[in-house]
């Protein structure tokens, strides 16, 4: 199973660039990094996804060593409302028994 | 335009009781899910459908069961609710089984007195 590892919380500022890490060091060929955001009370919401090198759409960019041992999200010039708790995850489409979230990073962003 | 409701938000009930919670996705996605989120924040898959067709059980007890009546629902039925069933229930689908994006629906408070 590939198990993920993230920092339990993380500070920052507003306008800065935050930059959250996932060990991932049991990623399989097949398996994609995905990464979700959870505000309190809300369901998951998905960020950003990638297989290896780098990703980026409007609102984060992911990237993804060649040993794909780990993953980056990378969350530029951050605001107040980017306070949630990020999830990466790892997966494969044929192995849906093996989706396991982390236990997530809870961002908290100070004006 | 909800994409993926669910029913009740809120659940208190005793010890024993049998209860569903209702889910319901317009996106036309394939595959649904069920998620268990404990206090401590983990989540976790129970569930999911794809199709009509169960391909996901995890470990859970088999108090827990998941009823598709069509594509576009997944119920989940809880027989004999304990105190541990205590948690925030989340349903979501995704249109490429479980590579591709999940939409989550707003989580059911299931409170177990």
């Known amino acids: 199973l590939a198990k993920t590892t993230q920092p339990i919380s993380m500070d920052s500022y507003e306008g800065q660039e935050v930059n959250i890490t996932c060990s991932h060091n049991n990623i399989a060929t097949n398996d994609y990094i995905t990464w979700y955001q959870q505000f309190p009370s809300q369901g998951p919401r998905f960020i950003i996804q990638g297989y290896k090198t780098k990703v980026t759409n409007e609102v984060a960019s992911l990237f993804i060593p060649a040993d794909r041992k780990s993953s980056t999200l990378s969350l530029p010039r951050v605001s107040l409302s980017d306070t949630a708790v990020y999830y990466c995850?790892?997966?494969?489409?044929?192995?849906?028994?093996?989706?396991?979230f982390g236990s997530g990073t809870r961002l908290s962003i100070r004006p | 335009d909800t994409a993926v409701s669910q029913t009740p938000k809120y659940l208190v009930t005793q010890m024993g009781n049998d209860k569903s919670i209702k889910c319901e996705q317009n996106l036309g996605h394939d595959t649904m899910y069920w998620y268990k989120q404990d206090s401590k924040k983990f989540l976790k898959i129970m569930f999911s459908y794809n199709n009509k067709e169960l391909i996901i059980n995890e470990t859970v007890p088999n108090r827990f069961s998941p009823k598709s009546p069509d594509k576009a629902h997944l119920n989940l039925h809880i027989n004999s609710l304990e105190l541990g069933d205590s948690a925030v229930y989340f349903c979501?689908?995704?249109?490429?089984?479980?590579?591709?994006?999940?939409?989550f629906g707003p989580g059911t408070r299931l409170t177990v007195t």
């Open positions: 979501a689908s995704s249109r490429d089984g479980t590579r591709g994006e999940q939409y």
């Open positions: 995850l790892v997966g494969e489409d044929s192995s849906a028994s093996k989706i396991i």
